[in-house]
């Protein structure tokens, strides 16, 4: 069940299943025995004691451990400390726990340095920013790394005129294949709340749903979303997450878009330009723009429709290309192509600490067999009539 609130500000806060973890832990551990214990107890797992662990044995102890109180705990236990019994240790009260007491660790292949996973295709930038294709890294080790870590993902998208028929794939196949596993926040910006559809959210996922004004033509759209989206990190998506990734609401999630593009600063590579020289980059060529890149500066041409990375950096990568805007607009200039032609100036001179490769933002009107590097489609525009749903195209 979706509910929905309209707040005087016109904002539309709609949450479904969240629930929250916490890594607190609100008992005590007491030792009531002789014991000279040097090492000490880690708990890996998300634990909430609110009880106490009573330890009546002496470290000589050639019986057994009793262990009284009342754990709780959905982790796992790891002593890394010696308490120099020759007994067995045995756990008399209620743990209540789904983890395992011992990790066993992962199973996983070896690396081999001599034999890199993937050799047609660049994998890392000339400033060691690596760069995400299917098979350059394993999920399982992925995920073990990143889950335990308790993180919550902001997702934002617009969805403006007749962008908002493009909601219900986008967020059906999202909740699908985008950060299967972990919290994620979706920051709808609608100008017809009502449109929004019913999606069934899996536990820990939640929506917000923001109104913003209609513009009249969809450039306009194109040039105030950083402003909007600098104002919701500042008033309150800053306080709900730990990263956040801006995606076009027309596109269709097709496998795993996981962990893995987490890193500080996260763009894109355009899947329309990939193969390309830069001289050939629509970057903006005009030197009076704020989005100006000279014809023998750049490395790619990055996608408007995905970029993120950690909440701070984002809020400092929309500020200054919010800035750039406003600044082209007292001048009367408009980048060839909005805010990507201000994103591609900031990442020509901020870098991006992580690249992901085309599979993460495909176009559907490419042919995939004529592009055998592609072994993955994991995120694709759809395909469309611009003229149709851009309303002054």
């Known amino acids: 069940m979706i509910k929905a609130t309209v707040t005087e500000t016109g904002k539309v806060q709609v949450i479904a299943g969240f629930q929250t973890a916490t890594g607190l832990q609100t008992g005590s551990q007491v030792s009531t025995g002789s014991q000279e214990n040097t090492g000490s107890q880690v708990n890996t797992g998300s634990q909430v004691n609110t009880g106490s662990q009573v330890n009546t044995g002496s470290p000589e102890n050639t019986g057994s451990q009793e262990n009284?109180?009342?754990?709780?705990?959905?982790?796992?236990?790891?002593?890394?400390?010696?308490?120099?019994?020759?007994?067995?240790?045995?756990?008399?009260?209620?743990?209540?726990?789904?983890?395992?007491?011992?990790?066993?660790?992962?199973?996983y292949g070896q690396s081999r340095v001599l034999t890199p996973p993937r050799s047609?295709?660049?994998?890392?930038?000339?400033?060691?920013?690596?760069?995400?294709?299917?098979?350059?890294?394993?999920?399982v080790v992925i995920d073990s790394m990143y889950k335990p870590l308790n993180l919550t993902i902001a997702t934002t998208v617009f969805a403006v005129g007749k962008y908002t028929r493009f909601l219900g794939n986008f967020l059906e196949t999202a909740e699908q294949h985008y950060m299967v596993g972990f919290k994620v926040h979706y920051y709808i910006f609608t100008d017809q709340p009502e449109q929004v559809p019913a999606v069934t959210l899996a536990p820990g996922r939640m929506l917000n749903i923001t109104k913003v004004p209609k513009f009249s033509r969809w450039q306009e759209i194109s040039l105030r979303r950083m402003e909007i989206i600098q104002t919701a990190i500042e008033e309150h998506i800053h306080k709900e997450a730990d990263y956040i990734y801006c995606l076009d609401v027309d596109m269709k999630f097709h496998n795993r878009w996981g962990p893995e593009v987490l890193d500080t600063l996260v763009a894109a590579i355009h899947p329309w330009f990939y193969t390309m020289d830069r001289e050939r980059f629509t970057y903006e060529r005009r030197s009076a723009s704020k989005a100006y890149v000279p014809m023998d500066q750049g490395d790619f041409y990055y996608a408007g429709a995905v970029y993120g990375g950690r909440v701070e950096d984002v809020y400092k990568l929309t500020k200054t290309c919010r800035e750039n805007l406003e600044e082209d607009k007292k001048n009367n200039l408009e980048a060839i192509w909005q805010e990507e032609s201000h994103l591609n100036r900031y990442f020509v001179y901020k870098k991006p600490t992580k690249l992901l490769s085309p599979e993460y933002n495909w176009d559907d009107a490419k042919n995939t067999k004529k592009n055998p590097v592609m072994r993955l489609i994991r995120l694709s525009s759809v395909i469309k009539s611009m003229a149709e749903v851009r309303e002054n195209e």
């Open 120 to 139: 047609d295709v660049l994998t890392v930038s000339p400033w060691l920013a690596p760069i995400v294709w299917e098979g350059t890294f394993d999920p």
């Open 68 to 107: 009284t109180g009342s754990q709780g705990s959905t982790g796992s236990q790891v002593n890394t400390g010696s308490q120099g019994s020759t007994g067995s240790q045995e756990n008399t009260g209620s743990q209540g726990s789904t983890g395992s007491q011992e990790n066993t660790g992962l199973h």
